[in-house]
């Protein structure tokens, strides 16, 4: 099946709800084997502001925590017009990835200037040298996920680059066109130690039987609606919902509504588990 075209990447909703809304109806879970956070709950409220940004707020989505996400943090991050970094990255041993949700990102990396627009994805390895601000008119939106990144003897730190959703393929799986991820790094690449993709259903496509693995993920909706298995319970997502599933949580997709349903998702990959808690 071909995608649909506009492809939308949802971000939070910022503001309040109204004064009379209904507490009840949240929805937040938090529990020891996956967090459910609904786009509802990322108001302006619950932003963080950072040291060397400027004009710039970010929900802080998943932070390294005993019981909750161990290996990554995840932001989804606003820069109004003129505002942005020099000194964006404060830990020179993490590495990172963009995702660009609405308006366009000035990046330069390694010296070389990008403009990045919806869509827009980079792999920051550790130590690179970049700096990211908003010159437009508009708010620049933008996923970024953070992790201390792990070497390997014999592998080299993985190099960066820019690319876009839309200039990468849906790789399908066996026997299916309604369940694929689009992968920016190669899956064969051991360099990579974690992998920042996208995963598409298409309406009424899903997951067979409940995922069991060692890897963490983080899952961002971007687009569309499913029922979501996480570890026993089925839970209604939309974009700007926000999921995270502790290693071994049974995990599995049914895609509903009419449109595509993609998140953005987070594993860690080609790494020995530490033997030490």
């Not at 592998?155 to 680059?161: I, K, Q, S, V």
Request: one cysteine or more.
């Amino acid at each position: 099946m071909t995608l649909p075209v506009p492809r939308t990447y949802a971000f939070p909703p910022g503001g309040l709800p109204p004064m009379d809304a209904d507490a009840a109806l949240n929805r937040a879970v938090f529990t020891t084997a996956y967090a459910f956070i609904p786009a509802v709950t990322m108001r302006d409220i619950t932003t963080s502001y950072f040291p060397d940004w400027h004009r710039t707020r970010a929900w802080i989505i998943a932070r390294p925590l005993s019981g909750f996400a161990e290996t990554f943090a995840q932001y989804a991050v606003e820069v109004a017009p003129g505002g942005g970094s020099d000194r964006p990255e404060p830990d020179t041993g993490a590495e990172g990835v963009l995702l660009i949700a609405s308006g366009a990102a000035h990046l330069t990396l390694n010296g070389a200037a990008h403009l990045m627009q919806s869509g827009g994805y980079a792999f920051l390895p550790p130590g690179c040298a970049w700096t990211l601000h908003n010159r437009g008119t508009t708010p620049l939106q933008f996923h970024w996920i953070r992790r201390r990144y792990q070497p390997a003897t014999g592998l080299p730190t993985p190099a960066p680059f820019v690319t876009s959703d839309e200039a990468n393929p849906i790789r399908w799986m066996p026997g299916t066109d309604t369940w694929g991820t689009t992968r920016f790094a190669d899956p064969a690449d051991l360099s990579h130690d974690m992998h920042v993709n996208i995963v598409t259903f298409h309406p009424g496509g899903l997951i067979p039987f409940a995922e069991t693995h060692v890897m963490e993920h983080g899952l961002y909706v971007l687009q569309g609606t499913a029922r979501y298995l996480l570890n026993t319970d089925w839970v209604d997502v939309a974009p700007g919902d926000f999921m995270w599933l502790r290693a071994f949580c049974p995990q599995a997709c049914v895609a509903t509504g009419t449109e595509p349903f993609r998140y953005l998702l987070y594993k860690d990959v080609n790494r020995h588990p530490s033997l030490t808690l």
